[in-house]
């Protein structure tokens, strides 16, 4: 048995890899945001810029964030929460104002980005990247013109739809065809809901919310309920898959940037918040995500051809957001258990 | 020639633990008490609290929880969770079984190699691995082209997103926790053992259920643990595989703490998964032990 | 200890037979292992970003590979975690078969119950759980923490593998080697351990297994230091994960693979045909 040099080498190399924090510069910025959402370049150059060192943290979804965060463990300096989130962090006081004089770029931000219900007084907040949910229709199989929800759940189009694995998602498309605001979520709105959601779960042929472009692209659905930003990498990858916002109502979701309460670092913090919003930067990240980039000095350095990503950038229409809802998450969550559980 | 093993005669073995014996076994119970029983009793507490908008506990006594979770909605969840896991574990003692017998037979250096190549495929990715079976399954995939060319089908046909598919990804997934506990148990049984009971006259099917089988049977027992057990729980090959069409055990506890922000009935629902385990684990040992 | 079936030439037919049959089983058995493999190695040479249709060969993905420090990094974080939980879980889980076996515990069935729960215990609630736990004792996250729930969620593999393998080790082995003179220790270093080998090793592959791909647990009690594989890996679904990650796997893979065979080919040329293998 060779165990002992075997172990040698593991403490040392256990050693070295807990040494790495030690040796690092004593100015440290603790990042929670979603993974691949950051790109390596970006955080190298604020490194190298500001001598700060980011311990950058993922997770793969708001919800995922949140778990972690209430049960505590590490101080983060910056979290990255979807919209609906940060609202609920905010009533629960577990955010800390910006100091927005510390962020002279917050100024490229276009209006419509800025005072949004989630943070109506722009106190907390600073907007990253934002998005819509919307249709894929794969042109060259599918003929007939898809407008809206209704033409997507259709019986002609059973087995062949793909939608994200968000009740949410789901309860508020079936809202906008019974013509209820997207937010209005009650236990009575909820039940109005179910017998159309019972229909659609018979058409839908797999839900997906980490990767629906797979089964896209793999030809195994030829319709989408999914995400813009899965919508634009199908559409960079073949024309054929167009994007629609349906004709009944769409929305528009904004992940933010906010300094949680217990943050150590706040001039860290707002050093890094200043850095993304620099225009130059902001166009980095659009070039690895195709996202929507709520920075207007950003957009204009662009390539034609990412704003002309239908998925990326649709057509302008003033588009609402999802607000915080109390425990209205549970009823979501029961309701589409059950109706997938009486497929 | 080896004594046939009762659990009859390790126990005759097994000797009073006085101090030594306690002292010994320390380390064990208190790694189990602190990073298994305290945070199941963490869990204990919040199944029976309230919980505000973020999800978080709040201290107030409510038998809420546990009236959701004994409600047919989820029994039945429960249920075809069991009936997965299964299928699963007979699926991998039937394919597993012949395998981990014949790698007990080969030369010494030889088996270890077979183990390790057994066990290698499952230290790439899961997500990776996932990927690629479903580029086996899709409906352009590879085992339909295979299919269709060797004229077996005309049309491909659906194998991805159905419980085909689910099957697949688990049984693939639980193999090598079938094979190896029985490879454990195989490679102490002496061959000459099995060509004894065929010198005997014992044709092979007796020679496997009254030689083979029980002297492998430990390892059967814990193959099947290992298998049944975890896989109850499991649920990203079936979101992965069977497009998450039918809600499993495994996804509604994790949605309570990821998603609907319930986390006293995400804890209520872990206990009693928790304590079904214990009472049926208890059970079956007692009736072992009776049977010894 | 057990000896292969010897003198195979001697064997009755239908032992010839059934041999075969089993061979031929276990071929096709490790096929099936092998084929989704075989499909991420062959796809590891796509030129398409995505990963999921195939256009056209490249060795693009593998000089992404060699210079993608974070994915380098979890990787290094991924076998660290990885092999320290598997020599501690091999640790505790023979110690306490062995200890349990031993002696008749009063609590004997209610211990045994015990280890078996983190195998229960689903995921979520488990990480959730000792995060909450580390939090009230102040325990900062990072390797200590994964290392911990690591082993809590593995050495039940290796305990539960070694148990079997307990069951029928013949009494008076012990007892012999008590009479000799050896100490409790050296009865069970010298006598016990050599005879639960296989076990030992079965448990510490499955250990190393389950260590090597753990999400949720590890996602709760990670830094950002700390950072895993799969955790990586799951995190680039969302953008699309491409063939960059099979190109790892398939590095990976290979040579696992080829030091398992090679190693095996030293051992020979130091050792003269004949020797006794120990």
């Known amino acids: 048995m060779k165990i002992i040099p075997c172990l040698r080498i593991l403490t040392l190399t256990v050693l070295c890899a807990c040494a790495v924090p030690l040796r690092a510069a004593d100015q440290e910025l603790n990042l929670f945001a979603w993974s691949e959402y950051v790109p390596q370049g970006v955080l190298e150059a604020f490194e190298e810029e500001t001598g700060i060192t980011v311990n950058y943290e993922t997770f793969a979804s708001g919800e995922e964030m949140l778990a972690k965060l209430i049960a505590g463990g590490t101080a983060y300096d910056l979290i990255q929460p979807p919209d609906y989130i940060a609202e609920a962090l905010i009533k629960n006081r577990l955010l800390l104002p910006v100091d927005f004089a510390q962020v002279p770029n917050f100024r490229h931000i276009l209006a419509e980005y800025k005072g949004m219900p989630h943070d109506p007084e722009q106190k907390f907040t600073v907007p990253y990247m934002t998005g819509t949910v919307g249709i894929v229709v794969n042109t060259e199989r599918i003929k007939t013109p898809i407008r809206g929800v209704k033409d997507l759940f259709s019986p002609q189009h059973k087995g062949r739809i793909v939608v994200v694995d968000d009740g949410r998602e789901l309860v508020t498309a079936a809202l906008y065809v019974l013509g209820h605001p997207l937010n209005n979520i009650t236990p009575e709105t909820l039940e109005q809901t179910r017998p159309l959601l019972a229909e659609w779960f018979n ?141 | 020639m080896q004594a046939l093993p009762t659990a009859a005669s390790a126990r005759a ?224 090959i079936t979101d992965l595989m069977g497009g998450a069409q039918v809600p499993l055990i495994g996804n509604v506890i994790q949605n ?29 040992q007692r009736r072992r032990r009776r049977h010894a | 200890m057990s000896t292969p079936s010897t003198s195979r030439s001697l064997l009755p037919s239908g032992l010839k037979l059934l041999q075969w049959g089993l061979g031929t089983w276990t071929a096709l058995v490790f096929a099936f292992l092998y084929l989704p493999i075989g499909v991420l190695i062959f796809y590891s040479f796509n030129t398409s970003r995505l990963n999921i249709r195939w256009e056209g060969f490249t060795f693009h993905w593998y000089e992404r590979l060699a210079s993608n420090e974070p994915i380098l990094r979890a990787l290094q974080n991924s076998l660290i975690i990885a092999t320290v939980t598997t020599l501690a879980s091999v ?31 689903p995921e979520i609630v488990m990480g959730i759980s000792l995060l909450v736990l580390f939090t009230v004792l102040t325990l900062p996250l990072g390797f200590t923490t994964v290392i911990i729930a690591h082993i809590t969620f593995c050495f039940p593999f290796v305990l539960v593998a070694v148990q079997a393998r307990l069951q029928g080790i013949d009494p008076a082995l012990e007892e012999a080697a008590l009479d000799l003179g050896a100490t409790p220790f050296q009865a069970f270093w010298l006598v016990i351990v050599p005879a639960l080998k296989p076990a030992i090793l079965s448990g510490a592959l499955m250990a190393f297994t389950l260590s090597l791909d753990e999400l949720i647990v590890t996602f709760f009690t990670a830094n950002a230091a700390t950072r895993t594989l799969p955790l990586q890996v799951f995190g680039l679904a969302k953008t699309g994960l491409n063939p960059m990650l099979n190109a790892l796997s398939a590095v990976f893979i290979v040579s696992t693979i080829a030091f398992v065979l090679f190693s095996e080919h030293l051992r020979r040329l130091a050792r003269p045909s004949g020797a006794p293998h120990s």
């Open chain 2, 13 to 236: 073995h097994a000797r009073p633990p006085k101090v030594v014996g306690w002292l010994l076994l320390a380390p064990l119970l208190v790694w189990l008490a602190a990073f298994v029983v305290l945070p199941l009793l963490v869990l204990l507490v919040y199944s029976f609290c309230q919980r505000d908008d973020l999800g978080r506990v709040v201290f107030s006594f409510t038998w809420e929880n546990y009236e959701r979770v004994f409600s047919p909605l989820y029994l039945r969840i429960l249920g075809r969770s069991i009936g997965y896991a299964g299928l699963t574990t007979i699926i991998c003692l039937v394919i597993g079984f012949p395998v981990a017998w014949f790698i007990a037979r080969q030369t010494p250096a030889r088996r270890n190699r077979l183990l390790l190549l057994v066990m290698i495929p499952f230290w790439t990715n899961f997500l990776i691995r996932t990927y690629a079976w479903i580029v086996i399954l899709k409906g352009e995939g590879l085992l339909n082209a295979l299919l269709q060319y060797g004229r077996i089908i005309a049309e491909p046909i659906e194998l991805l997103y159905t419980p085909f598919a689910v099957l697949t990804g688990l049984v693939y997934a639980y193999l090598p926790f079938m094979i190896l506990p029985i490879y454990v148990s195989a490679e102490k049984v002496d061959g000459s053992l099995v060509e004894a009971a065929h010198d005997l006259g014992a044709g092979p099917l007796r020679a496997f259920s009254s030689v083979i089988i029980p002297l492998t049977q430990p390892g059967i027992l814990a193959g099947v643990l290992l298998v049944f057990v975890p896989a109850i729980g499991m649920f990203a």
């Open chain 2, 256 to 284: 309570q703490f990821l998603r609907a922000r319930n986390w006293p009935f995400g804890a209520a629902l872990g206990v009693v998964f928790t304590l079904l385990f214990v009472v049926t684990y208890a059970l079956a």
């Open chain 1, 203 to 343: 058409l839908i042929k797999l839900f997906d919310s980490d990767s629906p472009k797979t089964a896209l692209l793999n030809g195994d659905v030829d319709l989408g309920y999914v995400w813009g930003g899965e919508a634009a990498a199908l559409w960079n990858e073949d024309r054929k898959f167009q994007y629609v916002l349906p004709a009944e109502g769409a929305h528009l979701f904004v992940d933010v940037l906010a300094i949680p309460v217990g943050a150590k670092n706040l001039q860290a913090a707002h050093a890094f918040l200043d850095f993304v919003l620099r225009p130059e930067v902001s166009r980095q990240i659009s070039d690895e995500f195709p996202y929507t980039n709520p920075n207007g000095e950003a957009r204009k350095l662009l390539t034609d051809a990412q704003r002309a990503n239908p998925a990326s950038y649709p057509p302008a229409r003033p588009l609402d957001t999802f607000r915080h809802l109390g425990d209205t998450g549970a009823l979501i969550d029961e309701l589409v258990t059950d109706l997938k559980n009486a497929r």
């Open chain 3, 91 to 121: 640790v505790l889980g023979t110690a306490g078969a062995w200890i349990l076996y031993r002696y008749r515990f009063r609590f004997t069935g209610a211990i045994q119950t015990l280890v078996c729960l983190p195998m229960v215990m």
